[in-house]
């Protein structure tokens, strides 16, 4: 295990020959993040189905030094969400390590070796425990064998404690750095003659609380000390700094510029075109002018020295994208039937027969990722081979994309996956890596840095799609819906890859849009065309968002309609306890895994409604002008409701009070980061409900900074945050942890104004509606 390699053991690498042709496409990326399985594969789901698939080889993962210094290799993305901790405690504790003696080192980009590294769809912990598990035990089983041989006892006798091996008979043991050069030259055991731990015999893996043995977090200390690497931490000797202006409207070309002021900045010393390929753009750079200086500071100001024509006839209908105007004319779209995704029952009959008929249309804007380290790269070519710094969430796309870019070979492109300050699905688009490939290119290979503005970042994002929703419902008598009409409409993420189809994808749809999960007797989901003029790409939780703030808001007003409490009366319309197979609501996708392994639980969904409204203490009477709001849904095999409550003074302002948050995940690898990631979503969604806007006038997006697009600020904190976890049943399968909380945010939220006011939001973000 230091110095040997044994044949990795991959899983489902045959199949690759299936996307042959498209590997350096972007094609590939969406295939893998978002389609149904392809014909040949109606059999493999979860990492499988990923490309590369997964690897359990421990010489791969583990390495022991003589000192008994266990390394175990991150392959996953790190970007607040804990998976560099929580992955080596998953090794740490099948083989036996003990903690202290621990350190994580980060792989390159490398499919090939580590199996997929694209960190994004909630998947990294639930695609990876198991290889993991198994890469460990065989590590584990290798240092028993080896402690056998040198004992020359039998290995059932050996067993593996803390950091040593144990012959109990004979009273004999050896440290693992003792055994680890002997171990390293055994073969790897095959996959089914391992034993892993069973549950009681975990000392990290779901522990809720741990101690000095057990850090919170393995970067802990270097984080806040300031010694972690971030993307732009990364220096080289005689390194050059670029800022690029880019078009600013997507789809525009550079007409002409004229560089002479530029070029009389001191410290600049040259400005360089960056070829664009127009739309759709997929990950390629949007192209422009880069200024290149001795540092970043001149470069920022060279850039604006520049004089730039733009061609925005190149553009098309996207030089006039208006946002408002865009909004309104999907408002009015919504009122028109569309494209039929799902349908039981007659939901005309039932809207005539019903007793009374709501309509309501919910409207959520473009919003940027806008981590708060912007894009940044850092790239040099020796000898005709590139290499990159960056935080990024998919090293793979990004080799593929500087490989064809560049014209060389795969394996003469290496990508080194720094830790990321945010990524929220922005930094799985490798377009700023290409950007400082091309340019160190342009420069003989010299490093050159690309450094994003937070100006940048909010211009030229991978902006999340813009959303009306459209609901309609039918009461009888008693209050009880018989009938169901939804209509969505946004424009895809395929529009990114190829000419834009002007509909949902089925993988969008299947984001709580076909998997909405009543006991409605008719319902008719609707997704009328809707096209992109922006770039769209993939934020935190996707399409869960405009769905669930559209649905849950809806839900709340029919129960008010009824005259019923809102929790009584959502869990009337999930019904009893059942368990839905995506596949009989039309959802071919269901986040990847395997739709009779993942239902869709009913019991689960109601579940979390029980255990957030106990908590909040749902039945107990607030005084005027305080109330409480509740959401709940599921997204990427996970299931969470909240429960907000919340405070409006006669001006307008909302204080938060608290935030009940419970949440099922399944089996609970790493507790205390599922506790993070529920606050963090807390405080994302409380952003983007009442705050979080992106908006474009003549194809031009209006935000420069935060003061523009807000994010929370501590006065919207709620004062305690309380998450409950539950169901920590390992007989069912691990589910998504870093997106599932975010959806039910935001109408948990506007539930809970409309409970302090009287006010309904059907329009996010919330802004300065409850002024006056």
């Known amino acids: 295990m230091t110095t040997h390699r044994n044949p990795l053991l991959l899983a489902n690498v045959s199949r690759r020959h299936v996307l042959k042709g498209l590997a350096a496409s972007s094609a590939l990326v969406i295939a893998a993040r978002w389609s149904p399985l392809l014909a040949d594969e109606a059999e493999r789901y979860g990492a499988e189905a990923m490309p590369h698939g997964w690897v359990d080889d421990p010489n791969v993962f583990i390495r022991i030094d003589e000192d008994g210094t266990v390394t175990v290799v991150n392959h996953r993305a790190e970007m607040g969400q804990g998976i560099r901790t929580s992955l080596v405690m998953v090794a740490a504790d099948e083989l036996g390590a003990d903690w202290p003696r621990v350190r994580v080192e980060q792989a390159p980009g490398d499919e090939e070796t580590y199996g997929n590294q694209n960190t994004d769809g909630s998947r990294s912990m639930r695609h990876s425990f198991d290889p993991m598990r198994r890469a460990a035990a065989a590590a584990r089983t290798m240092l028993e064998q080896a402690a056998a041989e040198q004992w020359q006892v039998p290995a059932e006798e050996c067993q593996a404690g803390v950091h040593v091996v144990r012959h109990d008979p004979s009273g004999r043991e050896l440290g693992f750095g003792e055994l680890a050069a002997a171990a390293s030259q055994l073969p790897v055991p095959e996959r089914d003659t391992l034993t892993l731990k069973p549950r009681d015999e975990w000392r990290y893996i779901g522990r809720e609380n741990v101690t000095d043995d057990a850090p919170l977090a393995i970067d802990g200390e270097d984080i806040v000390t300031g010694r972690a690497l971030y993307g732009a931490d990364v220096h080289l000797d005689d390194m050059r700094y670029a800022v690029i202006a880019r078009p600013p409207v997507y789809g525009a070309q550079l007409a002409s510029v004229d560089d002479t002021a530029a070029l009389e900045i001191p410290g600049v010393v040259r400005v360089v075109e960056v070829p664009g390929v127009g ?76 007793e009374q008929r709501l309509e309501a249309t919910y409207y959520m804007p473009h919003m940027a990722q806008a981590p708060i380290e912007p894009p940044v790269a850092l790239a040099r070519i020796v000898d005709g081979k590139a290499e990159v710094w960056a935080p990024v969430q998919h090293p793979q796309a990004a080799r593929e994309g500087i490989a064809e870019q560049l014209g060389i070979a795969l394996e003469d492109v290496t990508v080194h996956a720094t830790l990321l300050g945010g990524g929220f699905g922005r930094k799985s688009k490798p377009d700023f890596m290409l950007e400082a490939s091309y340019l160190s290119q342009a420069l003989d290979g010299q490093p050159v840095r690309v450094q994003w503005t937070r100006e940048d970042d909010l211009h030229h994002a991978y902006f999340h799609a813009v959303s009306v929703d459209r609901l309609e419902a039918g009461l009888d008598a008693e209050g009880k819906a018989i009938g ?124 979390v409604i029980e255990s957030a409204t106990e908590a909040a203490e749902w039945q107990r009477e607030r005084p005027a002008g305080r109330g409480l709001g509740l959401a709940v849904h599921h997204s990427f095999a996970s299931y969470a409701a909240v429960v907000f409550d919340v405070e409006v003074n006669d001006d307008g302002e909302v204080t938060i009070h608290s935030a009940d948050i419970a949440f099922d995940c399944g089996p609970q690898i790493n507790p205390d980061r599922i506790r993070a990631q529920m606050e963090g979503s807390c405080l994302m969604g409380i952003g983007i409900a009442l705050h979080s806007e992106i908006t474009a006038r003549e194809g031009r997006i209006e935000q420069d900074n935060f003061h523009q697009f807000r994010i929370p600020r501590l006065s919207h904190t709620p004062h305690e945050i309380r998450v409950h976890l539950i169901n920590d049943d390992p007989e069912v399968p691990l589910g998504g942890v870093g997106e599932p909380g975010l959806p039910p945010i935001a109408p948990a939220l506007c539930n809970a104004i409309y409970a302090a006011t009287g006010k309904r939001i059907r329009r996010l973000p919330v802004g300065d509606q409850l002024a006056g």
């Not at 009015?332 to 019903?354: C, F, H, P, T, W």
């Not at 008719?522 to 809707?530: K, T, V």
């Not at 990847?592 to 869709?600: H, L």
């Open 279 to 354: 739309q759709p753009a997929g990950f390629a750079p949007l192209g422009g002018v880069a200024v290149i200086a001795e540092n970043t500071w001149a470069a920022i100001q060279g850039r604006d020295a520049l004089e730039i024509e733009w061609d925005l006839d190149a553009a098309g209908d996207n030089a006039s994208y208006d946002s408002d105007a865009y909004r309104e004319a999907l408002e009015q779209a919504a009122s028109a039937a569309g494209r039929v995704v799902r349908e039981r029952g007659d939901i005309d009959a039932a809207l005539d027969q019903a």
């Open 484 to 607: 169901w009409r939804h209509r969505t409409l946004s424009p895809s993420i395929a529009s990114l890859f190829a000419p834009d189809p002007e509909h949902k994808q089925d993988f969008e749809l299947g984001m709580g849009f076909t998997t909405v999960p009543f006991d409605i007797p008719a319902m008719r989901l609707e997704n009328p065309d809707a096209s992109a003029h922006v770039r769209i790409g993939w934020f935190r939780a996707v399409y869960n968002l405009p769905h669930a703030f559209a649905i849950q808001s809806f839900t709340a007003e029919m129960a008010a309609a009824a005259d019923r409490d809102h929790r009584d009366y959502l869990l009337e319309l999930l019904g009893p306890a059942r368990q839905i197979n995506p596949r009989d609501v039309n959802d071919s996708w269901n986040y990847g895994e395997d739709p009779e392994r993942y239902p869709i639980d009913i019991g689960r969904l109601c579940g």
